[in-house]
């Protein structure tokens, strides 16, 4: 049974750091491109970045482009976000995905 659980969310101050993780099983983990995705109260799902199944792939919404940074470990599997510089707009519920399998999604709020 594929399961994908996210973790690492969490309140943060406006500038500061968090890196999410998020563990794969059930899946040929290292076969998948993975992606976080994110969602704001009251707003529409937004992408926010994509690995591809070796890494040595990565793509960023503009949003948070210079600022997030995705990896992957497929020893592990398990796709990071370490996301740098954060904005209270980035406050949102975090998860990711393969497309087909989906987490439980993680929470980040930013706020002073």
């Known amino acids: 049974q594929a399961q994908l659980v996210e973790s690492g969310g969490g309140l943060v101050q406006p500038g500061g750091s968090l890196r999410l993780s998020c563990v794969a099983s059930?899946?040929?983990?290292?076969?998948?491109?993975m992606n976080w995705v994110r969602q704001a109260p009251g707003k529409e799902l937004e992408w926010v970045s994509s690995?591809?199944?070796?890494?040595?792939?990565?793509n960023y919404a503009d949003s948070v482009k210079g600022r997030f940074t995705i990896s992957r470990d497929n020893t592990k599997n398990t796709v990071y976000l370490q996301m740098n510089s954060l904005k209270p707009e980035d406050t949102a519920e975090y998860s990711c995905?393969?497309?087909?399998?989906w987490g439980q999604g993680t929470q980040v709020t930013v706020s002073s």
């Open positions: 995905t393969t497309g087909d399998h």
């Open positions: 059930g899946i040929p983990f290292s076969t998948y491109i």
């Open positions: 690995i591809s199944p070796s890494g040595g792939i990565t």
